[in-house]
C-alpha cells in the first residue's frame, strides 16, 4: 500500500488550496478514505472521511462547510478542496487508509496559512 499527497504550501487566509492523494497497492475503489492533519506537539486530528463509492461524506467541526473531500475510483485519488482558510488550518495533511485491518498513512504535504 502506497498513499502519496501532493498540493500543499503556502496560502493567504481566505485563500483555497487543493490536496490530492494517490493511492496504490490495494483495491482502492473498496476502501473508505479519511485526511487527517498535524500540528507539530499536537495529537493527528481527524478532518474528513469518505466512504468507498464517494457516496457518504464526514467532515471535522472545525472544517465543515470549507472542506470538500472527493474521491476519483477509476484514478485512485483522493482529493481535499480547502476553501476560506485559516492560520489554524495550518498543519501536516494525511492521507489514510485501512486495508486487512492495518492503518496506512502517507508522508503528509505541508500546509501554511498565513500572510
Known amino acids: 500500500v502506497q498513499l502519496v499527497e501532493s498540493g500543499g504550501g503556502l496560502v493567504q487566509p481566505g485563500g483555497s488550496l487543493g490536496l490530492s492523494c494517490a493511492a496504490s497497492g490495494f483495491t482502492f475503489s473498496s476502501y473508505d478514505m479519511r485526511w487527517y492533519r498535524q500540528v507539530p506537539g499536537k495529537e493527528r486530528e481527524f478532518v474528513a472521511y469518505i466512504s468507498s463509492s464517494g457516496g457518504v461524506t464526514n467532515y471535522a467541526g472545525s472544517v465543515q462547510g470549507r472542506f470538500a473531500i472527493v474521491r476519483g475510483n477509476a484514478r485512485n485519488t483522493v482529493n481535499l478542496q480547502m476553501n476560506s482558510l485559516k492560520s489554524d488550518d495550518t498543519a501536516v495533511y494525511y492521507c489514510?487508509?485501512?486495508?486487512?485491518?492495518?492503518?496506512?498513512w502517507g508522508q503528509g504535504t505541508q500546509v501554511t496559512v498565513s500572510s
Open positions: 489514510r487508509s485501512r486495508v486487512g485491518g492495518i492503518i496506512y
